[in-house]
């Protein structure tokens, strides 16, 4: 099918890692990416993968792909009350003028 | 460095009524997107362009249109406002093999 599905919600406590899933649709995909909204403001861009690495590691953030089964996950490390957001990620098609596809989301909610 | 603007960022319309949002990006990039944000559903494209004087539909183009005069601008029109256009209205655009970049949105409700 057409949708890239997450699960809608996670709940860390502050310190521990978070981890957000990400079943994407289409093999063909270039680019994964992972874009954080907070209340009230728009996407922004946290890190993205290009489709022939398997993981990808930026200070707290480290992505990894796993291409056979189409599943992508973020994780966070020492996560805190500052990352408590909205997540989404996205695939890079090749058809369609290479669009942009995205998840619903996951919502983050750490406590202290 | 404003990157992407949009404005307004909040609106009230009338149904039936009529407006245009307004994207702008100092970036020199030739991809521009306006998508819509309703819960549960993330982002969906509505229309998009790769270039100055061009426009292509994206999966809900429906009761909308467009317009790119100038490269740094994309314009998203409602000729006639419904409430099932009730609304987060994102804008983003991206240069070439580069990540789209986002506006902070425009709020829209349809009374």
């Known amino acids: 099918g057409e949708d890239v599905e997450q699960s809608l919600f996670l709940s860390v406590r502050e310190g521990d890692s978070s981890v957000i899933n990400c079943t994407y649709t289409?093999?063909?995909?270039?680019?994964l990416y992972w874009y954080k909204q907070e209340p009230g403001a728009g996407l922004q861009l946290l890190t993205y993968i290009f489709s022939n690495m398997d993981m990808k590691q930026d200070q707290r953030l480290t992505v990894l792909l796993n291409k056979k089964d189409k599943h992508l996950s973020l994780r966070i490390a020492d996560t805190q009350t500052g990352d408590s957001a909205i997540y989404f990620c996205a695939e890079k098609r090749r058809a369609g003028f290479q669009k942009l596809v995205f998840g619903t989301g996951t919502r983050l909610l750490v406590s202290p | 460095n404003a990157g992407v603007t949009q404005t307004p960022k909040f609106r009230v319309l009338k149904t039936g009524q009529s407006m245009t949002l307004l994207c702008a990006q100092d970036?020199?990039?030739?991809?521009m997107y306006w998508y819509r944000q309703d819960p549960g559903m993330g982002l969906r494209l509505i229309h998009y362009s790769v270039g100055e004087g061009t426009t292509a539909k994206g999966e809900v183009p429906d009761g909308y249109n467009v317009s790119r005069l100038k490269k740094q601008n994309f314009l998203l029109g409602l000729e006639s406002a419904a409430p099932s256009q009730t609304s987060v209205y994102f804008c983003a655009s991206r240069g070439e093999d580069r990540p789209q970049h986002f506006g902070d949105g425009t709020r829209l409700s349809i009374l």
């Open positions: 289409d093999s063909s995909s270039t680019y």
């Open positions: 970036m020199n990039h030739e991809y």
